[in-house]
């Protein structure tokens, strides 16, 4: 197994998200990010920063992690964003995934659109060539929805014509029959052109001042019973969990990647080079010590002179864990950058480009899992012949 293998994997894997060339990129990573009105950035464009705003136009997909995230330019691919608060008031030529606190889309997005947050908002001058996925405590709709609207949360509106079915899922945070339970709010100026379909209890607030073609159908809620309510915190809970957790986890493995790349600096390439060169090597160990130390510390904590050693042990352990999978994601950028021809003096655009690259594609079910558990595999194994080399040498 060559590491050409695994580079391709995630690069067909990341083709379930971006259709714009790979062959032309741009990465930034600084604390506040402005792309003016007169600049381009051709191919696809990661980006990382606590301030991003992007005026001008980006000819490929923008991939990008912050704090307060604006883009205000045309964008011909995909709009892929994690931050606090999102506002995509420029064209986007295909689709939008994001999580935040705020979404905010006021422009035409030519494809679907998948946002999950505290609060997703679609102005009265967007317009969604496809369908649509939200899944927050508050989700407004009062632009154009070209295909279906599927998600739900506390509070819903809708003020604007949808092309095809609605259905959704209102979560229910009272627990006393007699106080209004969700909402569910059709405006006059809604033309939803097929069914709307609502899950959600009796005494849910709902009002239609709009026109639905295919009627309006209530659904009970699966699980009716007071003391289970805390098994149906309804999708604005579950995805304010799920944006709270994707976040935390990306920002983490950025400032993470930093600081390896600041104390250690080009040891880092040791260590790629090794992962590299042994790959096949380098996923048999990372098995073997990913099942085996668990099992050593466990039986040397039956025993109190083995408890100390259990301690360490566990400890060097879970370090090697956490570190492993940010290092792994950095080799990848770095022979990402290598393979189109962008390696440089600094080591922070190929960590970036690799944290961005891999823990958004770590969010892919399924597929998302079995690459996260071949990175850390790989790189823990690394990690091992790398120190167990460097020590022998001594």
């Not at 009062?142 to 609605?166: F, H, T, Y």
């Not at 880092?268 to 130390?293: C, P, R, T």
């Not at 594609?361 to 790989?378: D, E, M, N, R, T």
Request: glycine share 14%; charged share 15%; net charge positive.
């Amino acid at each position: 197994m060559k590491m050409k293998f695994l580079v391709a994997a995630l690069i067909v894997s990341g083709g379930l998200f971006f259709t714009a060339d790979a062959q032309a990129f741009s990465v930034k990573a600084e604390q506040s990010v402005y792309i003016s009105a007169d600049q381009t950035i051709e191919g696809n464009f990661y980006v990382a920063g606590q301030n991003i705003t992007v005026d001008g136009a980006v000819n490929g997909d923008i991939l990008c992690a912050g704090q307060n995230i604006i883009i205000n330019g045309p964008v011909s691919g995909d709009v892929l964003c994690v931050g606090q608060a999102i506002n995509i008031n420029g064209e986007v030529g295909g689709n939008v995934r994001s999580a935040g606190n705020l979404i905010n889309i006021t422009n035409k997005i030519s494809r679907n659109v998948m946002a999950f947050g505290a609060s997703v908002i679609f102005g009265s001058k967007s317009e969604i060539g496809g369908d649509v996925l939200a899944a927050a405590a508050s989700v407004d709709a009062r632009g154009k929805i070209g295909g279906e609207i599927v998600g739900g949360g506390a509070s819903v509106v809708i003020d604007g014509p949808v092309g095809k079915n609605v259905s959704l899922d209102l979560s229910c945070n009272s627990a006393k029959k007699d106080q209004p339970c969700g909402n569910l709010a059709i405006g006059k100026n809604a033309v939803i052109a097929g069914a709307l379909s609502y899950r959600a209890d009796q005494n849910v607030k709902f009002t239609n001042d709009g026109t639905v073609t295919g009627g309006v159908v209530r659904l009970e809620p699966k699980v009716k019973n007071v003391e289970h309510k805390t098994n149906k915190n309804g999708a604005g809970a579950l995805a304010g969990i799920w944006v709270f957790t994707r976040i935390i986890a990306l920002f983490g493995a950025l400032i993470l990647a930093a600081i390896l790349v600041a104390i250690f600096g080009r040891r880092l390439n040791g260590i790629s080079e090794k992962m590299s060169a042994h790959v096949g090597a380098a996923f048999g160990w990372g098995a073997v010590l990913l099942i085996v130390v668990p099992v050593i510390c466990l039986f040397a904590a039956i025993t109190i002179i083995g408890l100390p050693v259990a301690g360490v042990l566990g400890l060097i352990w879970l370090t090697a864990m956490i570190l492993a999978k940010v290092i792994g994601a950095m080799a990848i950028g770095e022979k990402l950058m290598s393979r189109f021809n962008r390696t440089g003096k600094s080591l922070y655009g190929p960590a970036l480009l690799g944290v961005l690259i891999c823990y958004l594609l770590f969010i892919i079910p399924v597929l998302g899992c079995l690459l996260s558990l071949a990175v850390l595999l790989w790189s823990l194994g690394g990690l091992w012949m790398y120190f167990k080399e460097t020590l022998g040498a001594k």
